[in-house]
């Protein structure tokens, strides 16, 4: 059953169109938020708030070879950063336009909201690398939003099951 085969005038249809919508544009957030959470990284490096070899190496022997595992490393964990996203958000955006039936997304999005949750913690800490307060009030509002996005995909994908539900029960 997809959109089409919905009357237009029936208040199911417009129920299920926005929240249809919602899971459309609730996926299309994520995956940008994905991408800001790879470009955060990145401006921290840039502006010297982390010290990227430092940080890659703590606890290691300082060899070519250790250095470039490690960056290899790094660039293998943003990389999946922008998959995971990009697989979360594409399938919301597939199940809100009817193209596919996916359930996993869902466990995914939960688990990016525990992520986000346990990392907002950095923004309580007295950590000197968060001392610029316009831009840590500015990161946590953006993180916030992340949030507030993975909560919206999770109940919207549960609205829109149920209500594919109840539209095939009638």
């Known amino acids: 059953m997809d959109a089409k085969s919905f009357e237009y ?27 800001w959470s790879v470009i955060k990284v990145f401006t921290e490096i840039a502006f010297g708030q982390v010290n990227i070899t430092e940080f890659l190496m703590s606890g290691l022997e300082n060899t070519p070879r250790m250095r470039f595992l490690m960056f290899a490393v790094f660039a293998g964990v943003i ?4 998959i995971f996203h ?44 968060y001392s610029q307060i316009d831009v840590t009030i500015a990161s946590f509002l953006v993180d916030l939003a992340n949030c507030a996005t993975l909560i919206n ?17 009638e």
Request: hydrophobic fraction near 50%; glycine fraction near 8%.
């Open 9 to 35: 005038n029936d208040k199911l249809d417009i129920h299920y169109r926005k929240v249809s919508n919602s899971l459309v544009v609730s996926g299309m957030g994520i995956i940008f938020f994905g991408l």
């Open 79 to 82: 990389l999946f950063v922008i």
């Open 153 to 169: 995909l999770v109940i919207t994908s549960f609205l829109y099951y149920g209500l594919k539900k109840s539209a095939m029960e």
């Open 86 to 129: 990009y697989y979360v958000g594409s399938c919301a955006i597939r199940v809100g336009t009817g193209k596919k039936r996916h359930y996993l997304y869902i466990a995914f999005a939960i688990i990016l909201l525990a992520v986000n949750i346990v990392g907002m913690e950095q923004y309580f800490s007295a950590d000197p690398a």
